[in-house]
């Protein structure tokens, strides 16, 4: 095993959702690097159904983040990537939205940027596009937010369920190890 | 911007789907930091509505393999991690499949391994869980092949849409830069 190994290893495993930002900006060469990352997001079937509309306006992140759903944590941050999916194939579609969402949130974390995924539901979804003038024929639901963490946010821990309640070995309920 | 934050963006956007292997096994040291990513994988609510059985045997394999779907990859793959779902929120379920199946891919390429997403479709879902004793009220779609890329396919270089069309600022059809 390379040192790099690890170093990616330890990097995956250490991402952890953040809420709470620093009003400092999101500098343009990690939001550079960000969209690289979102370009190179592999998709069902290579379609890349996804755009991404980045929000950076104080004013339009408070009005998203009142909208209902999940995403109350956008009107702290000073960068929103708000995904935009082609709604063709629902199903892979929404697959492929959590693919890029991780993308997004490891490229930001590269950079030592937190993030976290917000959702919409019910009217939110189409107020966002309103606000946005994203075609009403689109599927829009995740508005991730991203910024520098307040210093007790980088210190949150997380929880997880133990590995023996994961994972089976070639049939299930055979644990592993 | 450090270098190890440089290495982390390379790292994540050189991620390319492999679905040729050479037959050599997954090293355990690769398999147990694959399952720690796993572990640490963030979910809706950190529900963690997730399972994963890893299927090393060469008949399960190709069984798998010949479902009906698009996991064909699968029969040539020395592993597989077929992702077990709750199904009790299936919207977010999905999303969160498609999460952790980046994650895979991730920890996986970190060690130098290749990885495909495969889908089971149709009949495919049912007859995987009688093969693998799961639940039959679970979500069971995605089957990930793992394993060392051939020569060939390591080469292979993947094509994606120019960033132009992806991304917009502030406002829908507002380009970037």
């Not at 509309?53 to 339009?60: C, E, G, I, K």
């Not at 992140?61 to 999916?85: C, T």
Request: glycine share 8%; proline share 7%.
């Amino acid at each position: 095993m390379t040192a790099d190994a690890a170093a990616h290893v330890a990097f995956l495993r250490g991402l952890r959702a953040v809420r709470q930002f620093r009003p400092d900006p999101v500098p343009e060469p990690a939001v550079t690097d960000i969209l690289d990352v979102v370009r190179w997001s592999g998709s069902a079937s290579n379609q890349q159904p996804f755009e991404v509309v980045l929000v950076q306006d104080r004013d339009t992140l408070r009005a998203l983040a009142s909208m209902e759903g999940y995403a109350a944590h956008l009107a702290g941050a000073p960068l929103a990537a708000v995904l935009v999916m082609a709604n063709r194939r629902p199903e892979q579609d929404t697959f492929d939205e959590g693919r890029l969402s991780e993308r997004i949130m490891l490229a930001a974390a590269a950079h030592g940027l937190g993030s976290s995924i917000g959702w919409l539901r019910g009217a939110g979804p189409e107020q966002a596009k309103r606000l946005l003038d994203i075609p009403l024929d689109r599927l829009v639901r995740t508005a991730i937010s991203i910024g520098y963490p307040t210093e007790e946010a980088a210190r949150r821990g997380g929880r997880r369920r133990p590995l023996a309640s994961i994972v089976h070995r070639e049939r299930y309920g055979r644990p592993d190890g």
